[in-house]
């Protein structure tokens, strides 16, 4: 029933594809079943395996229930009150008669679900075990940054790795990374980033 966890940078690009639900446009409207396909199945592996029950896994089961009503999911989590499936999701935009920002909705509610995920990993893993996965993570997405659009920011590497680090706060907003994590230093973010080329090096090539 679980699928395994989409990767942070994934995850993070479903936002943008789950905007097209308000498009008109035949491609558009296929991009973002595809992306709601994805969180239903997103939100389905949180609800299943995230141990914590509160607020927030309440909030997710409450939506997800809403647009995939699986008698299986409810049986298991004990659940027998009747729940109210005009929302209910059928695979097609054009054929949803619910409410759109239902899936903005959801989106926002398992962001959270992961970050409390996040949060029970590091601490199953002690100190040390958490910290060394939130550096991995955090490596990951910096190069995920750096590739997207971190070689275009200012005139050369160094200066991109300092607006990086000035940034830091937004970095971590966008990124879904948990907001005490402290900035890499400047020397590890080039080891981070060793082998790829900023904007300027690519002009020198040619």
């Known amino acids: 029933?679980?699928?395994?966890r989409i990767a942070q940078?994934?995850?993070?690009?479903?936002?943008?594809?789950?905007?097209?639900?308000?498009?008109?446009?035949?491609e558009s409207i296929k991009v973002a079943e595809r992306a709601i396909e994805r969180l239903l199945s997103e939100a389905k592996r949180g609800i299943c395996e995230i141990a914590d029950r509160g607020t927030t896994f309440a909030q997710v089961l409450e939506i997800l229930l809403l647009l995939d009503p699986n008698p299986v999911l409810l049986s298991s989590l004990g659940r027998s009150e009747e729940v109210d499936y005009s929302w209910q999701w059928t695979g097609s935009l054009l054929a949803f008669e619910g409410e759109l920002d239902v899936f903005v909705e959801l989106y926002s509610a398992v962001t959270h679900l992961r970050l409390v995920e996040d949060s029970e990993s590091r601490s199953r893993h002690g100190a040390k075990g958490g910290a060394t996965q939130r550096k991995s993570d955090v490596?990951?997405?910096?190069?995920?940054?750096?590739s997207q659009r971190g070689w275009r920011i200012r005139t050369n590497k160094s200066g991109a790795i300092d607006w990086l680090i000035g940034n830091w706060a937004a970095f971590c907003d966008e990124y879904g990374i948990i907001s005490d994590t402290p900035a890499p230093n400047k020397k590890t973010i080039y080891k981070y980033l060793q082998g790829l080329v900023h904007q300027s090096q690519k002009k020198q090539s040619r």
């Open 1 to 4: 029933m679980t699928t395994k």
């Open 139 to 146: 490596k990951e997405d910096i190069v995920n940054w750096w």
């Open 9 to 26: 940078r994934d995850y993070i690009a479903l936002e943008k594809d789950l905007a097209l639900v308000y498009s008109s446009d035949p």
